[in-house]
């Protein structure tokens, strides 16, 4: 599981992007997302490279102290 703070998600619409555009990279993966928080966690086997590059270019870019 791989945790990313995403200063942007501010709404339901946001999270409901960011649900997409990682589905869209892997429709198997699993995701937790708290809005209130502005975390997202992600079960998948894809790379965090890949799941940063497919946040950022859908408009939310983690936060770079993310872990």
Known sequence: MQAFEI???????????ITRAI???DPQARLEVD????TVRIDTNEDR???VAALTEAGYP????AN
């Open 7 to 17: 200063q942007s998600m501010t709404c339901g619409s946001c999270a409901g992007r």
């Open 23 to 25: 589905k869209d990279l």
């Open 35 to 38: 809005v209130k928080q502005r």
């Open 49 to 51: 490279p890949s799941l």
């Open 62 to 65: 983690p936060s770079p102290s």
